[in-house]
T-cell receptor, first 113, second 116 residues
Framework: GENVEQHPSTLSVQEGDSAVIKCTYSDSASNYFPWYKQELGKRPQLIIDIRSNVGEKKDQRIAVTLNKTAKHFSLHITETQPEDSAVYFC????????????FGTGTRLKVLA | DAGVTQSPTHLIKTRGQHVTLRCSPISGHKSVSWYQQVLGQGPQFIFQYYEKEERGRGNFPDRFSARQFPNYSSELNVNALLLGDSALYLC???????????????FGSGTQLSVL
């Protein structure tokens, strides 16, 4: 069935270093890949997304890359700051049938000052 | 401009009881989806509604039901509550729920349900 695997489950980095979170999806019909940041007790917030017709997208310190052949996509955060500490979720969806997101299990990122 | 609003924010119930959770989508959004987020896991899809019609259902038992009203707000109902139903229930809205090129899901802050 549809599945998204996310690694690592926890990640600690020093402030200023880079962080990379990786996801693998199973449904080859997936064509939209959003990333959400969820702080404790708050709603998931969309931070960046990518469509299957694009290989890379960047927004300031955040970038996402997509490898459709391998069914991998990754989130890259550069120059990490303490306020980047949160749980990050990747998701995959397709524009046909029921519009639903299949989420990964999340990565808890801790940026150490 | 208000985002997705959910009520109540927290709820405590006992096993066997029934619960109703409510959601108002972003103004102009016609589709509402419900997700269940168990502690330490990613959100799991429960339902999608568009124009009062159910468009999709996830792998949840018949104890879970939902509906959408003419003003596009929505209710999620859970009957015969079990301990395992304890979770954060998230509502999300989107323009049409078709996954079109500019379609995005916007989440509410959720209802934290505890079943004792």
């Amino acid at each position: 069935g549809e599945n998204v695997e996310q690694h690592p489950s926890t990640l600690s980095v020093q402030e200023g270093d880079s962080a990379v979170i990786k996801c693998t999806y199973s449904d080859s019909a997936s064509n939209y890949f959003p990333w959400y940041k969820q702080e404790l007790g708050k709603r998931p917030q969309l931070i960046i997304d990518i469509r299957s017709n694009v290989g890379e997208k960047k927004d300031q310190r955040i970038a996402v890359t997509l490898n459709k052949t391998a069914k991998h996509f990754s989130l890259h955060i550069t120059e990490t700051q303490p306020e980047d500490s949160a749980v990050y979720f990747c998701a995959a969806s397709r524009a046909s049938g029921t519009y639903k997101y299949i989420f990964g299990t999340g990565t808890r990122l801790k940026v150490l000052a | 401009d208000a985002g997705v609003t959910q009520s109540p924010t927290h709820l405590i119930k006992t096993r066997g009881q029934h619960v109703t959770l409510r959601c108002s989508p972003i103004s102009g959004h016609k589709s509402v989806s419900w997700y269940q987020q168990v502690l330490g896991q990613g959100p799991q899809f429960i339902f999608q509604y568009y124009e009062k019609e159910e468009r999709g259902r996830g792998n949840f038992p018949d104890r879970f039901s939902a509906r959408q009203f003419p003003n596009y707000s929505s209710e999620l109902n859970v009957n015969a509550l079990l301990l395992g139903d304890s979770a954060l229930y998230l509502c999300a809205s989107s323009l049409e729920g078709s996954g079109g090129f500019n379609e995005k899901l916007f989440f509410g802050s959720g209802t934290q349900l505890s079943v004792l």
